[in-house]
């Protein structure tokens, strides 16, 4: 796996504002937002897409969905909602291949794969 931006930012060789960090994950917030709130929750571990992600890995994503819910509860958002985001390969979106979870609060965020009626 090539270095990414993430891995420079775990490195400490480029700035990030980082709202959470333990010895498995680090957060920081989006440069980039696409909504009031964004951060972003990336593991230690480099693994380049979820389809690369290994069984034995699985707790990895866990330790992921479980930070940004307390980050949600600290900040004081998780009642009012939230959504968390994982993008793989291109079509799906992903930009830096490295696993990481996309928290995004602070306005209604509207539904996905809802119609009028």
Known sequence: MSDTIFDRIIRREIPADIVFEDEHLIAFRDIAPQAPV??????KTPIATLNDLQPDQAAIVGRLAHAAAEYAKREGFAE?????????????????????????AGAPLGRFGTREK
């Open 38 to 43: 964004h951060v972003l929750f990336v593991p």
């Open 80 to 104: 009012d909602g939230y959504r968390v985001v994982m993008n793989c390969n291109d079509h799906g979106g992903q930009t830096v291949f490295q696993i990481h979870l996309h928290l995004l």
